[in-house]
């Protein structure tokens, strides 16, 4: 009850293109989703979140969905460059702790 | 503002050698720590949750005796690999967390992890 799933395990996508990164749980009382950033020999760093009581949420390049009912939540990355290749990770808190998917290894190519 | 520091950032040792691993929150008082590990390409794992002063709190099949958290002030987090072998060869990540911080959403800031080899 405590996981998050996390797909797909990796992705491919062209300079300019929409990578979709989808996150489900199970647990009811996790109250808060973050994505986050990791890249190699690095500390994982917070992209965006959003609670629950909110469908949507955008903070630049970053859209995150979330779907209540269905207890799944989405990254959108859009206009994706070089740059975002990385390893995404969605997570989510219950209490204080956080539990994390298993990651999204992204390549944006040129 | 909210960043978080590990020293070192990696480490060798040889088997049976203990290591001590730092993590400071270097311009705001983290009222609560976390250990995470990471083994490469997979997901972090939470190993311990600690508040200053209180002793950790270890997820289950985290061996306290093994991995030992200290939050001696408010800004300062070690965790030690007592007599490491090759299988805790890994990277360990330390994240703090303020009530105050984030418009209140007591968001976690994660440091740069520390990369432990153990021969």
């Known amino acids: 009850q405590q996981q998050v799933k996390q797909s797909p395990q990796s992705l491919i996508v062209q300079k300019g293109g929409i990578p979709i990164i989808n996150c489900a749980y199970e647990n009811t009382a996790f109250d808060y989703f973050p994505w986050y950033q990791q890249f190699p020999g690095k500390g994982p760093a917070l992209l965006i979140a959003i609670r629950p009581d909110v469908s949507e949420k955008k903070e630049g390049r970053f859209t995150i969905s979330f779907n209540k009912s269905a207890k799944q939540f989405s990254l959108h990355i859009m206009d994706s460059q070089p740059g975002d290749s990385a390893t995404y990770f969605c997570?989510?808190?219950?209490?204080?702790?956080?539990?994390f998917g298993t990651g999204t290894q992204l390549k944006v190519e040129l | 503002g909210a960043v978080v520091s590990q020293h070192p950032s990696r480490v060798i040792c040889k088997s049976g050698t203990s290591v001590k691993i730092e993590c400071r929150s270097l311009d705001f008082q983290a009222t609560t720590m976390f250990w995470y590990r990471q083994f490469p390409k997979q997901s972090l794992m939470l190993m311990a949750t600690s508040n200053e002063g209180s002793k950790a709190t270890y997820e289950q099949g985290v061996e306290k005796d093994k991995f030992l958290i200290n939050h001696a002030s408010l800004t300062l987090s070690t965790l030690t690999v007592t007599s490491a072998h090759p299988e805790d060869s890994s990277f360990y990540i330390c994240?703090?967390?303020?009530?105050?911080?984030?418009?209140?959403?007591?968001?976690?800031?994660f440091g740069p992890g520390t990369r432990l080899t153990v021969l």
């Open positions: 997570a989510a808190r219950g209490g204080n702790k956080l539990t």
């Open positions: 994240s703090a967390s303020s009530p105050g911080l984030a418009g209140g959403l007591n968001e976690q800031f």
